[in-house]
């Protein structure tokens, strides 16, 4: 394993962020205004902020203004070691000019990758096929959940998200345009959130144990018992950065085992040292049956993965598993590349080392902040809950709104969502800047307290 370096992502504080016209600038303006012609179903971000971006470089992004700003989104959790980050731009690059796809046949890039990920992932994760985008992974997995198992329904959870496709979207919350009903044998299940749990214990500590127990009781009276498995976020990336407690995944693989149901994780989101490990799930000792991984598996070039343990590997087989992008060698020749980025730079260490320093930094701002009723960090993913009222814990839809843009206007690109601020910086990022990057946010949050409280 290497060792962290800062210097190539060091950037001149001094100079950066840099915000020299009010946002959105006249060319971010005007160029997103020829396209809204055109283009719609833009995300909560770019609503709020509609910039146009040019170029981004490590942990800095610039619009077509000129306003640089420091990257606490990675995109939306992709860009995790860093924008162009040249060693993976060069791979890409070569394949584009030599062999851009071959459907899937074997190539020698798509070995070494698949090489790679069998030395480098979990226990006996060792069967693997390669996708473009998240839904389309999780989509397999499910079939292969039900090839593994000869079983079809599934249990999954609130607020997780799986994808955007219909079995994908019937793991998760649904809205009148998902369909006309969640597709036959989904369940969802409510799952242990540290800061607002459903059942506690008599001091006050959420009980894991009850949660399983309904879990017990749900699959006996509202499903027919044929469970091929239960679908989870380790950590819940839509929601809200929701981090469960340390106990959860390791009694529910427990739970799920004694009753022949697999478990199968979605780290689309959390995976490639997103929280400081290749899994998240390897946090807590747990080995999934079948896990997808994504978003940073190629830092941006559209490559996922579902990856399966040796026991249920014939089950891929009978699925149709390919797809027409798939393992291109540009794909591979990416994701080989993030593999030895995160090795060669000692990344997944330096991730935890910044779990550290965000952690101290918010350590206090529940006590110094009456909007602030939750922070929560892993590894490079972190969320701040904002709160009407501490004791009843209600949600500050508006607070979380007004610290978003306020901290966007300072210079800051990051992720909105409702009472809850969301926050991705790539784990390649130095301290200096980290610590710039919070003290936006909390300049952010004092100001919004200001003018919503006085």
């Known amino acids: 394993m290497g060792k962290y370096n800062p210097a190539p992502y060091q950037l001149d504080l001094t100079a950066i962020p840099a915000i020299k016209t009010a946002l959105p600038g006249p060319k971010s303006t005007a160029m997103h205004s020829r396209a809204s012609k055109y283009y719609r179903g833009l995300s909560g971000q770019v609503r709020l902020f509609p910039v146009a971006f040019e170029r981004g470089q490590g942990c800095m992004m610039e619009d077509v203004d000129g306003n640089k700003y420091i990257d606490f989104s990675s995109g939306i959790y992709v860009t995790t070691l860093g924008h162009c980050h040249p060693k993976i731009s060069e791979a890409v ?14 190539t020698e ?47 999954s959870c609130f607020q997780d998200f799986h994808g955007k496709s219909g079995h994908s979207i019937g793991l998760a919350r649904m809205t009148k345009f998902s369909g006309p009903s969640r597709e036959p044998g989904f369940y969802l299940l409510p799952r242990p959130d540290t800061y607002r749990p459903l059942w506690t214990r008599a001091d006050g500590t959420l009980d894991t ?30 929601a809200g950065s929701v981090m469960p407690p340390d106990d959860f995944f390791p009694k529910l693989k427990k739970f799920l085992e004694e009753r022949n149901i697999l478990f199968f994780a979605d780290e689309v989101l959390t995976s490639m040292g997103r929280t400081g490990k ?14 997808t991984l994504g978003k940073g598996f190629g830092n941006g070039f559209p490559v996922t993965a579902m990856a399966v343990r040796e026991p249920y590997a014939d089950a ?21 590349a993030c ?19 965000f952690k101290q930094r918010m350590a206090d701002w529940t006590e110094k902040y009456e909007i602030v009723g939750d922070t929560r960090c892993r590894g490079c993913l972190l969320g701040i809950e904002l709160v009407k009222d501490k004791k009843l814990k209600t949600p500050f839809d508006e ?38 990057g919070m003290d936006i946010i909390e300049e952010a949050i004092i100001e919004t307290q200001k003018e919503l409280l006085g």
Request: proline share 4%; charged share 20%; net charge negative.
């Open 209 to 238: 144990e009850a949660y399983l127990d309904f879990y017990d009781k749900y699959i006996k009276e509202c499903t027919t018992g044929q469970i091929a498995a239960f679908v989870a976020e380790p950590i819940q990336g839509w």
């Open 93 to 106: 690059a070569n394949y584009a000019k030599k062999l851009m796809n071959c459907h899937d046949f074997t």
């Open 316 to 336: 891929v087989d009978k699925i149709s598993a390919s797809t027409s992008y798939g393992g291109n060698p540009m794909a591979c020749a990416a994701a080989l």
């Open 278 to 291: 290749t899994l998240c799930c390897e946090h807590w000792g747990v080995l999934p049956d079948v896990v």
């Open 109 to 155: 890039i798509k070995t070494r990758l698949l090489e790679k990920m069998a030395a480098t992932l979990p226990g006996d994760l060792k069967c693997f096929q390669l996708y473009d985008c998240g839904t389309a992974a999780v989509e397999a997995g499910l079939r292969t959940c039900r090839a593994a198992t000869g079983k079809h329904e599934f249990l």
């Open 399 to 436: 607070a979380g709104k007004m610290v978003y843009q306020k901290a966007f206007a300072k210079g800051l690109a990051w992720v909105p969502a409702g009472h809850i601020l969301r926050m991705s910086p790539p784990i390649v990022m130095p301290d200096e800047v980290a610590q710039k």
């Open 339 to 357: 593999f030895e980025v995160i090795e060669e730079e000692g990344l997944l260490e330096h991730a935890m080392h910044l779990e550290e320093l």
